[in-house]
């Protein structure tokens, strides 16, 4: 089973920048998503953004377009969301999750298959 292990949250001031990893094991020879998602206290659970293992193709949210950067070091098996400009509306715990075949756009929370424990972030005012 694939295992998902978050990192590199914190506490940033608006307009700031944070870099989360997320390290995975036990991925087996196949086209693998990995996507993030984040959650804040009261709100639905919401895509962030989300990257195939094979050829690298990528997906936004709007409200992180321009913003949020994913990419994929598969020598590692880990992939990274770098999180530019920072604003206190993307408070919230990030997960990374996992699931085989990658569906572009659409990228339901509840279509994966493994998850991490997730990492806080949070903005200042």
């Given at each position: 089973e694939v295992q998902l292990q978050a990192s590199g949250g914190g506490l940033v001031q608006t307009g700031g920048s944070l870099r989360l990893s997320c390290a995975a094991s036990g991925f087996q020879l196949g086209d693998y998503a990995i996507?993030?998602?984040?959650?804040?206290?009261?709100?639905?659970?919401?895509?962030?953004?989300?990257?195939?293992?094979?050829?690298?193709?990528?997906v936004y949210a709007d409200s992180v377009k321009g913003r949020f950067t994913?990419?994929?070091?598969?020598?590692?098996?880990?992939?990274?969301?770098l999180m530019n400009s920072l604003k206190p509306e993307d408070t919230a715990v990030y997960y990374c999750a996992a699931k085989r075949g990658y569906s572009g756009s659409?990228?339901?929370?509840?279509?994966?298959?493994?998850?991490g424990q997730g990492t806080q972030v949070t903005v200042s005012s």
């Open positions: 996507a993030w998602f984040r959650q804040a206290p009261g709100k639905d659970r919401e895509g962030v953004s989300c990257i195939s293992r094979v050829d690298g193709d990528t994913i990419s994929i070091d598969n020598a590692k098996d880990t992939v990274y969301l659409h990228f339901p929370a509840a279509a994966f298959e493994s998850w």
